[in-house]
């Protein structure tokens, strides 16, 4: 299947600390989605993207759609304690597959 | 409160034992889909519903079946769980599978252990 690599890993970041993450894939995707998963639960739907080139924004979380359709950016502004989790990318083109990233952990420390 | 629940949430099994984790979603959607998460690897797709009675395989669907009968309800079904299954399960729904309603919604996720 299709792998889509989130870097880094994971992050430890002091509180009011902006974050910047990023996911590649070898395929393009028409559409790309920004997950974040709180211990013990499920994840939850961020950011979804359309359009290559296209930035959104949703509170302090901002997404990007990469030109080449092959990669995405999630940044995160002024982090606050609540921040933490994973975060995980995810691709699709038909709307029935979805491919996920890796993910990327994010501790913040107060 | 609209939801996706998943039953059980911790199951513990033997080799070959057949089992069915059950999910059921209260917001009358079409699209219903199943995850497996790994440390490392992240959400891989199993099988995906686009509406009673179409399902289809995803990115890992060897070992497992599913079947969707009525729209609220997906059940996964391990006719022989082996070692490597054991793994995090969230099933998830959305509106559609068409234009851009892609939003899913995802259960609590089921903790299954192969032994």
């Known amino acids: 299947g299709q792998q889509l690599n989130q870097s880094p890993q994971s992050m430890f970041i002091q509180e009011g600390e902006d974050v910047s993450m990023n996911c590649t894939s070898s395929?393009?995707?028409?559409?790309w989605l920004w997950y974040k998963q709180d211990p013990g639960e499920g994840p939850v739907l961020l950011i979804a993207?359309?359009?290559?080139?296209e930035l959104t924004s949703n509170g302090r979380l901002t997404a990007q759609f990469g030109i080449t359709r092959k990669d995405s950016f999630l940044n995160i502004s002024a982090s606050i304690p609540s921040d933490v989790g994973i975060y995980f990318c995810a691709g699709t083109n038909t709307g029935n597959q979805f491919y996920f990233g890796t993910g990327t952990s994010l501790t913040v420390i107060p | 409160e609209a939801q996706v629940t998943q039953n059980p949430r911790y199951l513990i099994t033997v080799t070959g034992k057949k089992l069915t984790v059950t999910c059921s979603q209260n917001?009358?959607?079409?699209?219903m889909s199943w995850y497996r998460q790994d440390p490392g690897l992240g959400l891989r797709q199993i099988y995906y519903s686009m509406n009673v009675e179409v399902t289809d395989k995803g990115d890992v669907p060897e070992g497992y079946k599913v079947s969707r009968k009525e729209k609220r309800n997906f059940p996964l079904i391990l006719e022989s769980p082996s070692p490597n299954q054991t793994s995090l399960y969230f099933c998830?729904?959305?509106?559609?599978?068409?234009?851009?309603?892609?939003?899913?919604?995802f259960g609590p996720g089921t903790r299954l252990t192969v032994t």
């Open positions: 998830a729904s959305s509106l559609s599978s068409g234009g851009t309603a892609y939003e899913q919604y």
């Open positions: 917001m009358n959607h079409e699209y």
């Open positions: 395929s393009i995707f028409n559409t």
């Open positions: 993207l359309y359009k290559a080139g």
